[in-house]
């Protein structure tokens, strides 16, 4: 006959005299101690089932299960079924970038509008070799072509504009278009209410 020493000292733990523990740990595990039948486990330790030892072995032995249950209540399962119901390709989704709200609202100027927004800016110059006057828009901060923000726009005009592809009068967006187009970015100002930059769009820094 072999004392399941683990088992011995967790009984021990849970409150069971040294005494009863070593009987109920004798070739048994926890799973066999809590198979056992309540005539059994007071056959085993030896006392009644109206004995204070039998009381408390039931008690502390009761208190284990009830805290395995309460463990196992804790875990979250995934069936078979939910997984197949699930089951949904999320690979073509792209994040929008400009739906997060740390990105400020930005959007491209109309070429017809770029002089109007940017003359309280001063950027309207002479130039040099033909002596017009003309919008100086490379004095801008630049932002690539390859910027998220700037694909995320991009990719929502195309579309746009692409859902008359089918019309006579459809013209296609060329190639390139996006560059040395310009960029509007409001942001929100604690001390200004609204702050206003813009950025010009080139495909190389």
Same mark, same amino acid.
């Given at each position: 006959? +072999?004392?399941?020493?683990?088992?011995?000292?967790?009984?021990?733990?849970?409150?069971?005299? &040294?005494?009863?523990?070593?009987?109920?740990?004798?070739?048994?595990?926890?799973?066999?101690?809590?198979?056992?039948?309540?005539?059994?486990?007071?056959? +085993?330790?030896?006392?009644?089932?109206?004995?204070?030892?039998?009381?408390?072995?039931?008690?502390?032995?009761?208190? !284990?299960?009830?805290?395995?249950?309460?463990?196992?209540?804790?875990?979250?399962?995934?069936?078979?079924?939910?997984?197949?119901?699930?089951? $949904?390709? $999320?690979?073509?989704?792209? $994040? %929008?970038?400009? %739906?997060?709200? !740390?990105?400020?609202?930005?959007?491209?100027? &109309?070429?017809?509008?770029?002089?109007?927004?940017?003359?309280?800016?001063? !950027?309207?110059?002479?130039?040099?070799?033909?002596?017009?006057?003309?919008?100086?828009?490379?004095?801008?901060?630049?932002?690539?072509?390859?910027?998220?923000?700037?694909?995320?726009?991009?990719?929502?005009? &195309?579309?746009?504009?692409?859902?008359? #592809?089918?019309?006579?009068?459809?013209?296609?967006?060329?190639?390139?278009?996006?560059?040395?187009?310009?960029?509007?970015?409001?942001?929100?100002?604690?001390?200004?209410?609204?702050?206003?930059?813009?950025?010009?769009?080139?495909?190389? #820094?």
């Amino acid at each position: 006959m +072999v004392v399941k020493s683990a088992t011995k000292k967790r009984l021990m733990e849970m409150g069971i005299a &040294e005494e009863y523990a070593h009987k109920l740990a004798t070739d048994r595990n926890m799973n066999d101690i809590k198979s056992l039948t309540a005539d059994e486990i007071a056959s +085993v330790l030896g006392v009644s089932k109206d004995d204070e030892i039998f009381t408390g072995a039931m008690n502390a032995l009761a208190e !284990l299960g009830n805290r395995r249950q309460k463990r196992r209540s804790r875990k979250i399962t995934i069936s078979k079924k939910a997984l197949d119901d699930d089951d $949904f390709n $999320f690979s073509s989704i792209k $994040f %929008n970038v400009l %739906n997060h709200h !740390l990105v400020p609202h930005q959007e491209l100027v &109309e070429p017809e509008d770029e002089e109007s927004e940017l003359e309280p800016w001063g !950027l309207m110059i002479v130039d040099d070799e033909t002596g017009e006057t003309r919008l100086a828009k490379e004095l801008l901060p630049k932002i690539l072509i390859t910027d998220p923000v700037i694909q995320v726009i991009k990719e929502t005009v &195309e579309l746009e504009v692409n859902k008359n #592809s089918e019309d006579e009068d459809h013209v296609p967006l060329p190639a390139g278009w996006l560059s040395d187009r310009i960029l509007k970015v409001v942001r929100k100002s604690p001390s200004a209410g609204v702050s206003v930059a813009y950025r010009l769009i080139v495909e190389g #820094s």
